[in-house]
């Protein structure tokens, strides 16, 4: 089945420990999404790839990168953690192109916990 | 700023009950609305949407959404829910800006059904 998947479901970290997570998806969608999701609130997108071109939301942390290395692949980095950090993080793709939209199909999500 | 607001963080009910879940969101555009759902343990999905065309949208597991575009409302209905539609649900706004689409999620409202 195509689908979006996260790797790893957990991770732990330390505190200002570098950490990437992993999102790869079978779906061959030329937009990629990650979202921050804390408890009991709603996904918050920090950036997307619309195709190679890098997105970033205004409210994006600097602490936060992420790389596309290619169509199937998208990475998000956190280069020094804190502890307001930990979060699920989710992975998103669309097949998208500029005045149309699209469902988004989410993967599992990545735990992180910051010690 | 475009937000979407969910009126109910938490509701329980009891197996059979009729379940009606109320979102409202705030842009005087052409907007794209869904409905996603997260089961314990599991990602985000897709639970109907509506691009446009009939209003009254009909989704998976026998449940429905109207969207009344002088409210700006798109809430979510099921006649008589089971117990395994005990899930969290996020009602969720596309918004097509700086030539980018964009989701814009609720807080989300947690559903527990009991037997």
């Known amino acids: 089945d195509a689908m979006v998947i996260q790797n790893p479901r957990y991770q732990v970290t330390q505190f200002g420990k570098p950490v990437t997570l992993s999102c790869s998806q079978t779906l061959n969608h030329n937009v990629m999404y990650w979202y921050q999701q804390k408890s009991s609130q709603a996904p918050k997108l920090l950036f997307h790839?619309?195709?190679?071109?890098?997105?970033n939301e205004a409210d994006t942390p600097d602490n936060f990168q992420s790389r596309r290395p290619n169509t199937s692949f998208c990475f998000l980095d956190i280069r020094s953690p804190g502890l307001g950090d930990a979060a699920m993080y989710l992975c998103a793709t669309s097949r998208a192109s500029r005045g149309r939209t699209d469902t988004q199909y989410f993967g599992p999500g990545t735990r992180l916990t910051v010690l | 700023a475009q937000s979407v607001s969910q009126h109910n963080h938490h509701v329980i009910l009891s197996e059979a009950a009729s379940l009606e879940l109320g979102c409202n969101y705030s842009y005087g555009g052409t907007v794209n609305l869904f409905w996603y759902v997260q089961y314990p343990g599991q990602h985000l999905q897709l639970l109907l949407k509506y691009f446009s065309g009939d209003p009254l949208v009909k989704g998976i597991k026998g449940f429905e959404a109207e969207f009344i575009k002088s409210k700006f409302s798109f809430n979510l209905r099921k006649p008589s829910v089971q117990w395994s539609d005990t899930a969290e649900y996020f009602c969720?706004?596309?918004?097509?800006?700086?030539?980018?689409?964009?989701?814009?999620f609720g807080a989300g409202t947690r559903l527990a059904v009991h037997p």
């Open positions: 790839y619309y195709d190679k071109d890098f997105n």
């Open positions: 969720a706004v596309n918004l097509f800006s700086g030539g980018y689409n964009k989701l814009i």
